[in-house]
């Protein structure tokens, strides 16, 4: 092969594995990015905390919303990243939390109605995922922070205007009930 072809195919092999390059640590630094699932669809814990909800709780039954219910935090659409406007309200929930110790928090994603049932899984999830991170980032101990993703399951609001949309787009604060 003469010089002349070999330096664009390196080129061309150089920028395909660039754009393969992976972290390998899988740090997760970017404060509500959309990311966190591989192309294969398996999800990635960008952070090491634990996820989903400690054994035998029912979040349907375990998991009270009414006392932070003025916390919930509410996301633009098709985005996870938490709108400053709405970060005031994580910094009162972790305040609850380091005055109520012994209490766990339950962080429950949703998404409004627009996209698949499966993209909006997992856009509830990122949701949940990057205020679980935002709150450590806020000095809560991990272990007490714990998520699930309703998608578009369960609205807040029925309706297709995009009032109703807006409110559907939240993340929801719930306090683990002791048993």
């Not at 009414?66 to 996301?75: A, I, P």
């Not at 305040?95 to 766990?104: R, V």
């Not at 990122?126 to 714990?146: D, K, Q």
Request: proline share 6%; glycine share 10%; hydrophobic share 35%.
């Amino acid at each position: 092969m003469n010089k002349k072809c070999l330096a664009p195919l390196l080129i061309a092999a150089t920028l395909a594995l660039a754009a393969c390059k992976s972290d390998k640590n899988g740090s997760y630094t970017d404060m509500g990015a959309d990311n966190g699932t591989l192309p294969n669809g398996d999800k990635v814990d960008m952070t090491g905390i634990p996820q989903g909800r400690p054994e035998g709780i029912n979040p349907d039954k375990d998991v009270n919303y009414s006392t932070l219910e003025s916390n919930t935090v509410y996301f633009a659409f098709d985005s996870s990243t938490i709108p400053g406007a709405e970060r005031s309200k994580l910094a009162a929930a972790a305040e609850w939390l380091k005055a109520n110790p012994g209490h766990a928090l339950f962080l429950a994603g949703h998404a409004d109605k627009r996209g698949t049932p499966e993209y909006n899984r997992a856009l509830g999830e990122r949701r949940a995922l990057a205020v679980r991170e935002y709150l450590v980032g806020l000095g809560l101990p991990a272990a007490s922070l714990f998520t699930i993703s309703y998608g578009s399951d369960r609205p807040a609001v029925q309706g297709d205007t995009e009032q109703a949309y807006a409110k559907n787009r939240r993340v929801q604060i719930g306090v683990i009930v002791q048993k």
